[in-house]
Structure formats: structure tokens, C-alpha cells
């Protein structure tokens, strides 16, 4: 007990030290003491910086998520990441398969069809295609690690990020052969499977990797008009790797991946028709709708080393198709049927040079980087009030291109009195092209037939610089300042009854931060603070047949920052949290005679965050219990401009309880034990919420074997 409160008086120490500034830090001169099994700043290794770096490295706000963690806390599904890391909030637009995701008060896309403020990479290819931002579970099988790294990345990254990128990497091949299956049963008729082999085809030359992930779950709604359940999952989804190790400093990679998701309907409600007495495991639509997907995908990475830096060349294409249909009133009024189908080509080459001279005071990279997307979309709007016989049909068509190249670069010097000075710089075109065709068609007969056709381009400078310095005390301190932007886009006839473009928006970023490691390999405290201004930003508002649709407010600016922090307490128990707080306002938006200014940003918390406690201790020999709970708070969420409709704070609380040995693992799991009822997503539709109840309690048994 005396060691454990010791420990705390450090932790305590620490935050003292982050709070109070590099003058109180410079009094500690205990160097870092690594102990096996104990995380460090120097011992967790990321890679978001386009290198492999320890935590202490890199000069931003980072989150890493490792494989152990990925087995421990039963990481699924996007959704699984709520609350998990500070400033990252997930959000469902209905459904088992779309979510999206915000940084630090930038949401990111939330309409299909538009850019995102949030950088989404899956095994270093962008995602940017509108049918893999909205993100389904369908990547989340065989990983190796999550990372997020916050702030602008456009100097690092090939595809622009304004708020920060979620990298999410899975496993390589390797020049052994192993292999893992895994089962997984839980409550509404849950059934999961993952099958992994790894296999050396010539020695220490070309190796393969196989894995595959099935998913068959009830939703967690009842259609009370249906009698069915809503947002059933049905996904089946493979990816395969080969690893040719062409010499000693030369290797090709080629990942070959394909989705097959056959979803259930949207399980969304019209809140006020409901009424505050609604079950909120219950929905109403007289719609039994479905959503599609299917994404095949392909990319091929190059690397090669040179005396003083790495070449690495990432090409990849990807081709997809979405239906989705639905109810447009989200209740039984039978009121008609949505039907949209959304086709997409996306070809993505990054071309990067990065210096690998450790021995070397500077530390670069520089590259290149094109994107070219193709989009066809046919919209089915069914229109048939009830009681009225003449029933009538909203058709658009419509497609286009949207394609891009950017040139961008970053430099450090580290000076040997302990300062390091860096920046970068960006420089991108962007141009985007649409046209659509909306007609009526009654009784056989066109009517009022409307077409259009936009393009736009725009190019852009940004830049980012920096200033660090690392105590003797294992105490490292930086500010920069940097800038980053989400593209502008197109509105199409499908959404409104004027085809238009909108503005790219901009941000300047201004933050300040430390890391620090506490003494003895205790543990870390990771702090940033933030203040980011906002030009053009972009909001979604409801169109024509409740369609969503993007434009331009004016000015806002986010406060807040970013806490991250782990303890090591005793032997086998440790201690992490992860805290979020941004004051995302509007500073300047008039729509019409409204005004709202000084509003907060919707679909944004105001504080995100987790606690955990984990414990592990060999009970038999080569046998581990392991146990750990997850406490996770979302702070008030605001659904609309006016700030009239918002979602109350909510906690939700998820547990595992597990038995590990040398080659099999079994875990007792549950999220959200205590049943927290709260809205995950509100969708305006006019003056009127239209919300998605999060995920109830649930719980089921996980085995895994491994060879």
C-alpha cells in the first residue's frame, strides 16, 4: 500500500510539473529507468509521424491503441473507440455500418459525397472514397495497431487533414508460419469468426498473410410496424497480403481486400413524434430498408533504403458500391421510399523520400501526392401519401470527378543544446466537377425536368512551424503553430433544388505541449493545449426530401486540449486515462435574419474521455488473469445551429474478464454493463431531431487460439 501511494505522489508530481511549466521540471534530474513489461514513453513506439518514433518523439498530440489492447478491450468497430481517446468522438448516421467521426471539434464527413475533415488511412492508403469515410467494422479485424494524431498533418501526409488522422494499421506478413482462429458469441444472436494464416512461401524471401472476418448479428431495435429488427448486421470480409523481400534493402508489399457488408435498415426516430415516453429499444418505420456495400481493394507498397533516407511509393485503387434504402420519414406514415445507389472508382499514388540517419541532427521528409475519383449516383424518390391514390416518383441521376496532387514536406534540426526547430510546408490543387438530372415522373408521364452541371478548383498554400526542447529530466516541451483545410465540394440536384459549390474550409492551429516520464518507469503524463481558428466552415443542412447537404457558415474558433496519462501502480496493475475538453463556437454565421454567432458547433462534446484500470498476474504456470475496466464519458452534445436540441452528458462503463496462455486466450466481456440510455447521433430534419439511440448492453465470450 505504501508503494502504491508513493506512486500516486508521483503521478501527482507529474501533473504538477505539466501544469506548472519547464522551471519546475528542470529540479528533476532522475533518468528513465525501463522494467520489463512497464510502458514508457520511450518503450511505445508509433508510427503516425511516418517513422517509427517513441512516444516522446513526436512533437503533437498522439494516441496509440496496440494489438494487446485491441485483444484486452474487445476493439470492434469504430464505435468501440467512443470515449476511448481524448477529442475523438464517433457518431452513428443510422444503422449498423455508417459512422463518422470528429477532432477536436472538426466533425468530419457526415454527408455521403463530401470531403472530410478527418484523415482516415488503412494500411498508409487515404480513404477518401464516401463509401469508406463514413467507416464501417469492416476493417477492424487483424490489427496491429490505432494510432490518432491530432492537429493539421498536411505537411506529413499525402491526402490533407485539418483536425488530425486516425491511421489504422493491420498486420504484415512475416517469415514464419503461424496462425490464429477466433470465435466470438454474444446476446442478439451475435456471431463472429476470425481466421488468420501466415505462411512463408520461399525463405526469408516472399511470405503471405490471409485473413478473414465474419459478422451475423440481430439489431439491437424492434420494428414495432414490421415486426423485424432494424440495423441487422451481415458482413462477410477478406484481405490477403504478400510480402516479397526483393534484397536486402528493398521489399513490395501487395494488400488485396474485398467487403461484403449486407446490412439492415437505419434504426433512427423522428424524437418529437415519438414523444419522451418512447422505448428506446423500439423504432416505427413502415420501410424494411436495407444497406449495402461492397468495396474491392487493391495497393501496392514500394520501399527502399538508401544511405540517407527511405523511398516508399504507395499506389492504390479501390472500387465500390453502395445501396441503401430507407424510410425518408423515419416513422409509418407510409409515406413513400428512398432508394440510392452510389458507385465509386478511387485511384490514390503517394510518392515520399524520409531520411533514416539516425546519427544525423536533421530529421525530413518530402513527397508527392495524386488523387483521381469518379462518382455515379441514381436517387429513387418514391413519393405516396397515405390515403391518396396518385402516387408519384423523384428521380436524379447524376455523377463526376473530383481529383487532386499536392507537394508537401517537413524538416527538423535538433540542436545539441536540446532545442529542436522544425516546419513544413504544403502546397495542393483540388478540382471537383458534378452535374445531375432531377425529373418527376407521374402516371408514366416527366415532369419538370431540371439539370445542372459545377465545377470548381481552388489551390492552397499552408505551413506548419515548430520549436521543442528536452529537459535532462526526461521532460520534453513544444508550441507550433500549423495550418490545414477541408476541400470544398458540390451540392447535386439529389439534395437541393440548385446544383452549387461550396468553399473550402481553413484552419490555423496554435498549440502548446509536454511529455513527461515519471521517475522509475512509473508511467507518463502527455499533455497538449490547443486554440484553432476556423475560416468557411462547413455545416450540414437538411434538403429536399430530407437529404443532408453541405455549405458554408462563417468563422469559428476551438479551444481545448488534451490530457493522456499512465500509471503504473504495482506490479501487474496499471492505470490509464485519455481527456478531452474543446469549446468549438461559431464566431460569425448569419443565415437569413438568423443569427448564431457564439453558438456552439453541433455534433460536438464538449469533453470526451476514459478512465481504465487493468490487472494482470500469472495464476498457473504460463497462465494470466487479466481484468480491466473502461469508465468513458461523453460530455453535452448540441444537434443544431440554434443550440435549441442537445444530447446530456452520458458514461458508459465496459468490462473484460480473461485467461491467457502461450497459444489460446479466452475473455468475459461487456460494454456498456449498466444499460445507459443516450442518443448517439440527431440528424435536423427541418425544426425536428431525428436521433439514433446508442448501443444497449451487451455481453457475450470470446476464444481465440493462436499457433
Not at 504 to 527: R, S
Not at 554 to 563: F, P, Q, T, V
Not at 656 to 682: H, M, P, S
Request: with cysteine; charged share 20%.
Amino acid at each position: 500500500m505504501k508503494q502504491l501511494v508513493k506512486r500516486l505522489a508521483h503521478a501527482a508530481l507529474g501533473l504538477v510539473l505539466a501544469l506548472g511549466g519547464p522551471a519546475l521540471a528542470l529540479a528533476d534530474e532522475t533518468a528513465t529507468t525501463d522494467k520489463q513489461g512497464v510502458a514508457t514513453l520511450d518503450s511505445i513506439v508509433v508510427t503516425a509521424g511516418k517513422r517509427q518514433e517513441s512516444l516522446q518523439e513526436v512533437d503533437a498530440s498522439v494516441s496509440l491503441i496496440t494489438d494487446e489492447d485491441v485483444e484486452v478491450e474487445r476493439i470492434e468497430s469504430v464505435h468501440d473507440l467512443e470515449g476511448r481517446l481524448a477529442n475523438f468522438h464517433v457518431q452513428s448516421a443510422g444503422g449498423h455500418t455508417n459512422s463518422f467521426i470528429s477532432v477536436r471539434g472538426v466533425v468530419g464527413q457526415t454527408v455521403p459525397m463530401t470531403p472530410s475533415g478527418v484523415g482516415v488511412y488503412l494500411d498508409d492508403v487515404t480513404l477518401i472514397d464516401p463509401l469508406s469515410s463514413l467507416l464501417s467494422s469492416a476493417y477492424f479485424f487483424d490489427l496491429d495497431r490505432i494510432e490518432l494524431l491530432r492537429g493539421p498533418q498536411g505537411t506529413l501526409y499525402g491526402r490533407n487533414a485539418e483536425a488530425g488522422v486516425l491511421v489504422i494499421k493491420t498486420k504484415d506478413p512475416e517469415h514464419k508460419l503461424s496462425g490464429k482462429v477466433l470465435g466470438e458469441v454474444g446476446n442478439y444472436d451475435k456471431y463472429m469468426g476470425n481466421a488468420v494464416i501466415n505462411a512463408p512461401l520461399i525463405q526469408d524471401k516472399l511470405a503471405v498473410r490471409l485473413a478473414a472476418s465474419y459478422l451475423k448479428q440481430d439489431g439491437y431495435h424492434d420494428n414495432v410496424y414490421l415486426g423485424n429488427t432494424a440495423a441487422d448486421a451481415d458482413e462477410m470480409n477478406v484481405r490477403g497480403k504478400l510480402l516479397w523481400d526483393i534484397g536486402p534493402a528493398t521489399s513490395a508489399l501487395l494488400t488485396i481486400e474485398n467487403y461484403h457488408v449486407r446490412d439492415g435498415a437505419q434504426d433512427m426516430i423522428p424524437l418529437a413524434i415519438a414523444g419522451p415516453n418512447w422505448d428506446s429499444s423500439k423504432v416505427n418505420t413502415d420501410v424494411d430498408g436495407h444497406e449495402n456495400r461492397d468495396m474491392t481493394a487493391y495497393s501496392l507498397r514500394l520501399n527502399h533504403q538508401l544511405d540517407f533516407a527511405e523511398i516508399v511509393s504507395i499506389t492504390a485503387f479501390r472500387d465500390g458500391k453502395e445501396t441503401t434504402l430507407g424510410d425518408p420519414d423515419f416513422w409509418s406514415n407510409r409515406t413513400g421510399y428512398a432508394d440510392f445507389e452510389l458507385k465509386q472508382k478511387q485511384f490514390t499514388q503517394e510518392l515520399r523520400l524520409v531520411s533514416n540517419d539516425d546519427s544525423s541532427p536533421w530529421k525530413w521528409l518530402t513527397g508527392a501526392y495524386y488523387f483521381h475519383n469518379d462518382l455515379n449516383f441514381d436517387s429513387f424518390y418514391h413519393i405516396g401519401p397515405g390515403g391518396v391514390e396518385m402516387e408519384m416518383d423523384m428521380i436524379t441521376t447524376g455523377g463526376g470527378v473530383n481529383q487532386g496532387a499536392a507537394l508537401f514536406g517537413d524538416v527538423e534540426y535538433a540542436f545539441d543544446s536540446g532545442w529542436r526547430l522544425g516546419g513544413g510546408v504544403r502546397g495542393q490543387y483540388y478540382k471537383d466537377e458534378m452535374d445531375s438530372t432531377r425529373y418527376y415522373e407521374l402516371m408514366g408521364f416527366k415532369l419538370d425536368e431540371q439539370s445542372g452541371d459545377v465545377s470548381s478548383d481552388y489551390t492552397h498554400l499552408m505551413g506548419k512551424l515548430k520549436l521543442a526542447y528536452d529537459f535532462a529530466c526526461n521532460l520534453t516541451v513544444y508550441g507550433l503553430v500549423s495550418q490545414g483545410s477541408r476541400a470544398g465540394g458540390i451540392t447535386s440536384l439529389a439534395q437541393t433544388d440548385k446544383m452549387h459549390d461550396y468553399d473550402p474550409e481553413t484552419a490555423t492551429n496554435y498549440e502548446l505541449g509536454l511529455k513527461y516520464q515519471l521517475p522509475g518507469g512509473w508511467g507518463y503524463v502527455d499533455l497538449s493545449m490547443f486554440y484553432m481558428d476556423i475560416q468557411d466552415l462547413q455545416v450540414s443542412t437538411t434538403g429536399l426530401g430530407g437529404f443532408q447537404y453541405v455549405s458554408n457558415a462563417g468563422k469559428a474558433r476551438n479551444i481545448g486540449g488534451e490530457l493522456g496519462l499512465r500509471l503504473n501502480l504495482l506490479p501487474g496493475l496499471s492505470a490509464d486515462a485519455s481527456i478531452g475538453y474543446v469549446d468549438a463556437v461559431m464566431t460569425d454565421y448569419k443565415d437569413g435574419d438568423l443569427d448564431y454567432a457564439d453558438n456552439t458547433v453541433p455534433k460536438v462534446p464538449d469533453i470526451t474521455g476514459m478512465i481504465g484500470l487493468q490487472y494482470r498476474r500469472e495464476v498457473l504456470r504460463e497462465k494470466f488473469l487479466v481484468a480491466r475496466a473502461n469508465y468513458s464519458y461523453i460530455g453535452k452534445t448540441y444537434w443544431d445551429l440554434a443550440n435549441k436540441h442537445e444530447e446530456d452528458p452520458y458514461s458508459l462503463v465496459n468490462a473484460t474478464l480473461g485467461l491467457e496462455a502461450d497459444w489460446w486466450k479466452v475473455y468475459l466481456w461487456g460494454k456498456n454493463i449498466f444499460d445507459q440510455e443516450y442518443i448517439r447521433n440527431g440528424l435536423m430534419w427541418g425544426d425536428t431531431v431525428v436521433g439514433a439511440y446508442g448501443d444497449p448492453l451487451t455481453f457475450g465470450v470470446t476464444l481465440q487460439l493462436e499457433f
